[in-house]
């Protein structure tokens, strides 16, 4: 079983930005997409953004397309979110998410095969 160890949330104010990491330990990091999530005080988690094992594909949910980039460094087997111009809607848990294959489609679904224990971004107002 995979662990994915998230790092890099903080408080932060409206117009910052903030650069999240998710460290993932075991082999064959690169076989598998990844995938963000986030899960607002009394709302479901939902789908932030995603990409494929060798990193050329992404793809990102509407409400954060243009201020949100995930990227991943296989060498390290690590995946990142950068998220820049935050809003105070933006506030919530984000988690990591190791998928169960390497390729992604270009939906908002994604078949998670490990959760990480999730990071807490702040935005005030």
């Known amino acids: 079983q995979v662990q994915l160890i998230e790092s890099g949330g903080g408080l932060v104010q409206a117009g910052d930005s903030l650069k999240l990491s998710c460290a993932a330990s075991g082999r064959y990091f690169s076989s598998y997409a990844m995938a963000w999530f986030r899960q607002a005080p009394g709302k479901e988690r939902e789908f932030v953004a995603k990409?494929?094992?060798?990193?050329?594909?992404?793809h990102y949910a509407d409400s954060v397309k243009g201020r949100i980039t995930i990227s991943r460094d296989n060498a390290k087997k690590t995946v990142y979110l950068q998220m820049n111009s935050l809003k105070p809607e933006d506030t919530a848990v984000y988690y990591c998410?190791?998928?169960?294959?390497?390729?992604?489609?270009?939906?908002?679904?994604?078949?998670?095969?490990?959760w990480g224990q999730g990071t807490q971004v702040t935005v005030a107002s």
């Open positions: 990409i494929s094992g060798s990193g050329g594909t992404t």
């Open positions: 998410a190791q998928g169960s294959r390497s390729y992604i489609v270009v939906d908002t679904t994604f078949s998670v095969a490990s």
